[in-house]
């Protein structure tokens, strides 16, 4: 997410609805085949895999198929370390807490750090970062510390790295394929995501037996040495020649990174749409309950298993599908389009009590959400310029985690007023409604291509 040859797309507000002036190839390799070559037979629905043909983008990709895994090994034996410990569920609420503040911050801030320094440099000091946390995760599983204190801190600090590592990994990409390749190297990118979210918890659950719990922190870190040799092989990634101006990365520069938001309308209405789509659609709090109550028929165990998994699996088959739209060049109608789809699949996930109708309910918004992350994390790469990317990145990750937990409040509140029906249903409803609102009253967002 050539270096020098490369300024920056520039801002599409200026001349919507036509089409932008074609991105220079990455340097030192050649320009992408056009987008209306598409390939032959039934490959031109299958992924997209033309950025894996530029070998700096196919490191940074190659590491996450191991790291996305490793790190979920992580996401699972924390809370169950500290359920172990305090035999309470609050205390691993208060542990996801401790781990959000600072990535939240950590982000925002990251975001400007990206913008000011190589982000090769900055990616290779937060990845070993993140390996050193897990290392200690590990030490203290071994030694049978059982602190809460102790894991909380810890989270705080890898999680806190996270923040730093996010924005300058994304904004990377567009320095290392052409701007028409975004959407399919954001697709790559996600569908290894996906997988690891569905992949890793089956196998930390499957290793815990086995190897016991500490060793999964170990396993993360050892993976995540893979992720820092890919980096150390990236090309340097400095700052874009600004004519020698001293660059900084403090509380001016993010609030700069806001005030850019505003004054780019089309960035702003990605984010609008991803929040609409998250807080008001994302019934993931309700799980529990409509496992026990709607479909406790089927086994509530059983259910609820089916319903976490049923938007990843979605997400993953719209990745290995992604050739039937990563070269779509009118991304603001691919995202109205992908969020109103995610709005009918959640109403029809709320409004049915047959199981098997939900699952594939979640699985359909797996794939409109898909869709959505490729075209919008595509809008905040090309529509906004290099110097301005990291902090475009670290909004973005802001969004993208606190919006569902948002949804969880709302949605546990209108459950208990409405229930869970009818909570679920006019959540999807309420999305479709504002994301139609939003593309007839402020046309940017529909108007932009590439």
Not at 24 to 30: D, L, M, N
Not at 31 to 59: E, H, I, K, V
Not at 400 to 418: E, F, K
Request: charged share 15%; glycine share 12%; with cysteine.
């Amino acid at each position: 997410m050539d270096t020098s040859s490369r300024s920056g797309v520039e801002d599409h507000e200026g001349h919507e609805g036509l089409d932008s002036a074609p991105s220079p190839a990455v340097e030192g390799q050649a320009a992408s085949p056009p987008a209306a070559a598409a390939r032959p037979g039934w490959r031109r629905f299958a992924m997209d895999t033309r950025p894996l043909r530029r070998p700096a983008y196919r490191r940074l990709w190659s590491s996450t198929i191991v790291t996305s895994v490793g790190s979920q090994l992580t996401a699972v034996a924390v809370p169950k370390q500290i359920y172990d410990i305090t035999g309470s569920s609050a205390w691993v609420g208060y542990a996801s807490l401790a781990g959000l503040v600072p990535m939240v911050l950590f982000a925002l801030w990251g975001g400007a750090v990206a913008d000011t320094v190589d982000r090769r440099k900055l990616l290779l000091v937060t990845n070993a970062g993140i390996a050193v946390t897990s290392v200690l995760f590990w030490v203290q599983a071994a030694a049978g510390t059982d602190s809460v204190l102790v894991l909380m801190v810890l989270l705080a600090v890898q999680q806190a790295f996270f923040g730093l590592n996010s924005p300058a990994r994304t904004a990377s990409i567009a320095r290392l394929v052409p701007a028409d390749e975004l959407p399919a190297a954001n697709a790559l990118g996600s569908t290894v995501m996906q997988t690891g979210l569905v992949a890793g918890p089956l196998l930390a659950g499957a290793l815990i037996p086995l190897v016991g719990l500490p060793e999964l922190y170990l396993i993360d870190a050892l993976a995540l040495t893979v992720t820092v040799w890919a980096v150390w092989r990236l090309p340097a990634l400095p700052p874009l020649a600004d004519g020698g101006a001293p660059r900084r990365a403090g509380l001016r520069e993010v609030v700069d990174g806001f005030r850019y938001i505003g004054m780019q309308q089309v960035l702003l209405l990605s984010f609008l749409a991803d929040i609409i789509a998250m807080v008001f659609g994302m019934p993931r709090a309700l799980f529990p309950q409509m496992a026990e109550e709607t479909f406790g028929a089927y086994g509530s165990e059983f259910a609820l298993g089916l319903l976490f998994a049923a938007i990843p699996v979605g997400a993953v088959i719209g990745g290995l599908f992604s050739g039937t739209f990563s070269r779509a060049r009118r991304h603001g109608w691919m995202v109205i389009g992908s969020v109103v789809g995610w709005g009918l699949a959640v109403m029809g996930f709320g409004l049915t009590g047959n199981l098997w109708v939900a699952v594939a309910c979640l699985a359909a918004g797996g794939v409109a959400d898909m869709v959505s992350m490729v075209f919008r994390g595509a809008i905040l790469l090309s529509a906004a310029t290099d110097e301005m990317r990291g902090r475009m990145q670290g909004v973005f990750t802001v969004v993208v985690a606190g919006g569902p937990r948002l949804a969880d409040v709302l949605h546990g509140t209108a459950a208990s007023a409405a229930g869970t029906r009818w909570a679920v249903a006019g959540g999807g409803a309420l999305v479709v409604l504002l994301t139609l609102a939003l593309a007839v009253l402020m046309p940017s967002l529909r108007r932009y291509r590439v």
